[in-house]
């Protein structure tokens, strides 16, 4: 069974830049496409990027694109997601989960999941 802690979270300035952390407890993170998923207050959670196992092939959702890169390192067990330009809506939990057999934007098709980090973008 795997497990994730997320770090790296904070209050930023909009317009200003975190780099998330997740940390596998087992290097057989390393068969599973993981994504990161973040949910604000009141609101449903929603898919945010996603990397295949390999780290091959990446994926965003439309209102990240071109401000946030994700990226893994399977031999440190690590995935990040680094974010840039970061606006007030970008405010929310973030989660870390795995997968295996590829990217998914369906919550529910994951199944391991971190506890989450809070991300504030506020003036």
């Known amino acids: 069974q795997l497990q994730f802690v997320e770090s790296g979270g904070g209050l930023v300035q909009p317009g200003g830049s975190l780099r998330l952390s997740c940390a596998a407890s087992r290097a057989t993170m390393g068969y599973y496409a993981i994504g990161w998923f973040r949910q604000a207050p009141g609101k449903e959670r929603e898919g945010v990027s996603c990397?295949?196992?390999?780290?091959?092939?990446?994926n965003y959702a439309d209102s990240v694109k071109g401000r946030f890169t994700i990226s893994r390192d399977n031999a440190k067990k690590a995935v990040y997601l680094q974010m840039s330009s970061l606006k007030p809506e970008d405010t929310a939990v973030y989660y870390c989960?795995?997968?295996?057999?590829?990217?998914?934007?369906?919550?529910?098709?994951?199944?391991?999941w971190g506890q989450g980090t809070q991300v504030t973008v506020s003036s």
């Open positions: 990397i295949t196992s390999d780290g091959r092939s990446t």
């Open positions: 989960a795995a997968r295996r057999h590829g990217c998914s934007t369906s919550v529910s098709t994951y199944t391991y």
